[in-house]
């Protein structure tokens, strides 16, 4: 049943992965906003914003990598009520192929493409002067993060394509997403904040997911924070993939 299941995964994420390497700008439109928001924030804001003793551009970009993300889900949920309305999922049942594994093609799809985003904005930082003398297993746990944090997203986006009624509902989804990173410790230190505002920053998923990711490649000391990021990416994943499977096995009944 196992090999089954991977054989099929495999085969319709192929499909998928053909759909985007033929639309390439599936790519560049989702990283755009967010070097857009990178070169404003260094640029315009950055001097009159403290990060410390380093380069603004090393402090904001773990926020611009997840604002990426984000951004790049909307086509997860567009793709797949693209697919829903367009009969494709009768003929997946029709056939004999383990119904999880199209949804789990759009995942691994989005995770694909959300990775060839966040690489493209970290060249672009580079470029601008990012610099980072962390070693191979200190970058290892960033992607690992990072690829947690994508798979939580992209399960949500699976139960927005899933239920949305028209496909402006299914694409704008992921924009509430791309808010948090803005009332976090992404781009000003949560101490510089209002109480209210400052209480929300320090316990929302985004802050200690930034700030672990931060600490790893500035060969920062990691703290219990990355525990915190952890559960959350956890914790996010789990409840998202329970209801969208719920949701799926509502639809296809």
């Known amino acids: 049943m196992s090999k089954h299941f991977f054989g099929d995964t495999a085969l319709l994420t192929g499909r998928s992965l053909r759909h985007i390497m033929r639309s390439p700008d599936t790519i560049i439109t989702t990283t755009i906003m967010p070097i857009a928001f ?13 990060s410390g003793s380093g380069s603004y551009v090393k402090y904001l970009l773990p926020g611009i990598l997840l604002i990426t993300i984000a951004s790049s889900i909307s086509y997860t949920a567009f793709r797949l009520f693209m697919d829903m309305k367009s009969g494709i999922f009768e003929r997946f049942q029709s056939m004999p192929i383990a119904r999880s594994s199209v949804l789990w093609a759009h995942v691994l799809t989005s995770l694909v493409a959300s990775l060839i985003s966040v690489v493209v904005v970290v060249g672009v930082a580079l470029l601008m002067g990012f610099r980072s003398g962390a070693g191979v297993l200190a970058w290892l746990a960033i992607a690992g993060i990072l690829v947690l ?12 394509g899933l239920s949305a009624k028209t496909v402006d509902g299914a694409s704008a989804f992921s924009y509430p997403l791309i808010f948090p990173p803005f009332i976090s410790s992404a781009f000003v230190a949560t101490a510089t904040m209002p109480g209210p505002v400052r209480a929300f920053a320090e316990n929302q998923p985004v802050t200690p997911i930034v700030n672990t990711i931060r600490d790893l490649y500035a060969q920062q000391p990691i703290s219990t924070g990355i525990w915190i990021a952890l559960a959350w990416c956890v914790g996010i994943l789990i409840v998202a993939y329970a209801l969208a499977m719920a949701t799926y096995h509502r639809k296809i009944a």
């Open 38 to 50: 990178m070169l404003l924030f260094v640029y315009v804001f950055g001097g009159a914003i403290s």
């Open 149 to 160: 944090f994508t798979l939580a997203l992209t399960w949500l986006a699976v139960i927005a």
